[in-house]
T-cell receptor, first 118, second 115 residues
Framework: GAVVSQHPSRVICKSGTSVKIECRSLDFQATTMFWYRQFPKKSLMLMATSNEGSKATYEQGVEKDKFLINHASLTLSTLTVTSAHPEDSSFYIC??????????????FGEGSRLTVL | AQSVAQPEDQVNVAEGNPLTVKCTYSVSGNPYLFWYVQYPNRGLQFLLKYITGDNLVKGSYGFEAEFNKSQTSFHLKKPSALVSDSALYFCAVRDMRTGANNLFFGTGTRLTVIP
């Protein structure tokens, strides 16, 4: 299947700093990528839909100014957690769908990024 | 609104025995259903999907799922469980909101295969 690379896999930062997480589709073009957040022993919560060349669509309750999303190319989306606080500590997962397949295709997921804010 | 439910947080099964992980869904219109597996501190891996056609869908690693429209279910099955199947399993349904194409996930079922 298609490969989605997510980096970094783990990051520890101090409260108040910003952290950037990258999500790349390695062997396909993804006009749309998705960012999820997973709490311990909980399901994945969709945070936002990242659209190449346009603004991201955020789910209700997700702070746009805290979770900045940029989708500058067909293979790269970034999530920046700005002014991180301990409550932002979580497992963040990106996913993408092969644009050539369409909306019946499955999502391919990155390996996730565990953020710990001290 | 669409949703999926996984009624069991935990399923234990002995190695070699058949396993079933349950999923029910609620959607308006025809559902697009998916199963994913997650190993610790990893992303999700696609197992199988139902879009249309045969109600019995075969997927990766010997898994299969049966789409049952009357019971609105999409249970994941495997005839003979392996210890390596122990993981967290998620059922998902495609978001049918206009213009959306993400997935909504169930709460997950942790499968433990006992040697």
């Amino acid at each position: 299947g298609a490969v989605v690379s997510q980096h970094p896999s783990r990051v520890i930062c101090k409260s108040g700093t910003s952290v950037k997480i990258e999500c790349r589709s390695l062997d396909f073009q993804a006009t749309t990528m998705f960012w999820y957040r997973q709490f311990p022993k909980k399901s994945l919560m969709l945070m936002a839909t990242s659209n190449e060349g346009s603004k991201a669509t955020y789910e209700q309750g997700v702070e746009k100014d805290k979770f900045l999303i940029n989708h500058a190319s067909l293979t790269l989306s970034t999530l920046t957690v700005t002014s991180a606080h301990p409550e932002d500590s979580s497992f963040y997962i990106c996913s993408a769908r092969d644009g050539a397949v369409g909306y019946t295709g499955e999502l391919f997921f990155g390996e996730g990024s565990r953020l710990t804010v001290l | 609104a669409q949703s999926v439910a996984q009624p069991e947080d935990q399923v234990n099964v002995a190695e070699g025995n058949p396993l079933t992980v349950k999923c029910t869904y609620s959607v308006s219109g025809n559902p697009y259903l998916f199963w994913y597996v997650q190993y610790p501190n990893r992303g999700l891996q696609f197992l199988l999907k139902y879009i249309t056609g045969d109600n019995l869908v075969k997927g990766s690693y010997g898994f299969e799922a049966e789409f049952n429209k009357s019971q609105t279910s999409f249970h994941l099955k495997k005839p003979s469980a392996l210890v390596s199947d122990s993981a967290l399993y998620f059922c998902a349904v495609r978001d049918m909101r206009t213009g959306a194409n993400n997935l909504f996930f169930g709460t997950g079922t942790r499968l433990t295969v006992i040697p």
